[in-house]
């Protein structure tokens, strides 16, 4: 395949605002590349489902989007502020507006679930505790959690239940922008399709922009408006899920014609 990208710029596009802006991008970690010359907007509003196959840097990418990898070279705007440049103040302010959950959840072991909600709270506000206990307990609440959970400690946490408890922190501060990391992963069909629901209800009652790396497809299928494919050290298409069975490339082709695919799209058509 030649190095044509696939991606488009429609009118529709240049009326949307985009939240996340990369440009440029690439990350190289020793003699490794793993991005170069890397494009991607995310709008407000979508739910964006980053997929690619194993070793395009597909965690890489949202780890360089919220800080914790310094790309090589490129540049990231995030609700227009220059992260990788812009002065430490402004970029401190505007990590306050975006949340992340990470696959295995990253919760502090040695506190309760609580106290992981209410953790960016204590760091980012002057709340009182009993002010943030409360806010926590609600958030708790909104990610179907029982509040027999918020005493408890990760290690007493179910795997969907730790995954639900590191979505209440990420939308502890009420974000306009949830970077999720594998968030289906080893769950169970029944508990995948019910976290799918979960993210598809926050992002519609919170107006919530999601930007969701996955391998899942029924998740692509039940709540993704677009998608970004990883390939070739770069996004090498991207646009509705619809669109990608008409990509001319094997790696698209196979993931998203092969059985599985056909199957998540009959099952996402029933939902």
């Excluded at 959840?105 to 992981?116: D, I, M, P, Y």
Aim: hydrophobic share 40%; with cysteine.
């Amino acid at each position: 395949m030649d190095g044509t990208v696939l991606q488009k710029t429609t009118q529709a596009d240049t009326q949307r605002e985009a939240v996340i802006r990369v440009r440029n991008l690439t990350n190289q970690f020793g003699p490794q590349v793993v991005h170069q010359h890397l494009d991607l907007d995310v709008w407000r509003g979508e739910v964006l489902g980053i997929v690619g196959g194993s070793g395009t840097g597909k965690s890489v990418l949202l780890r360089t989007i919220v800080g914790l990898n310094k790309p090589t070279a490129g540049s990231i705007e995030v609700l227009g502020v220059d992260v990788l440049n812009g002065p430490e103040q402004e970029r401190r302010r505007i990590e306050q507006r975006w949340g992340v959950a990470f696959q295995d959840g990253a919760l502090f072991s040695s506190l309760t679930v609580l106290q992981n909600v209410i953790a960016p709270l204590r760091e980012h506000t002057g709340m009182s505790e009993s002010l943030m206990c409360a806010l926590g307990s609600l958030k708790i609440s909104l990610v179907g959690l029982p509040q027999l959970s918020c005493g408890k400690f990760p290690s007493e946490l179910s795997g969907g239940m730790r995954k639900r408890a590191a979505l209440a922190r990420a939308l502890a501060m009420d974000p306009e922008i949830v970077f999720l990391d594998e968030p289906t992963a080893g769950l169970d069909p029944i508990g995948a399709a019910a976290y799918d629901d979960l993210i598809g209800e926050l992002q519609n009652a919170l107006g919530l922009t999601v930007f969701m790396v996955t391998h899942d497809l029924d998740s692509l299928y039940a709540i993704c408006d677009r998608i970004a494919v990883l390939a070739e050290k770069r996004v090498l298409v991207e646009g509705p899920i619809e669109e990608m069975t008409k990509v001319d490339h094997p790696w698209v082709q196979e993931y998203f014609t092969g059985p599985r695919a056909r199957a998540a799209q009959e099952k996402g058509q029933s939902r």
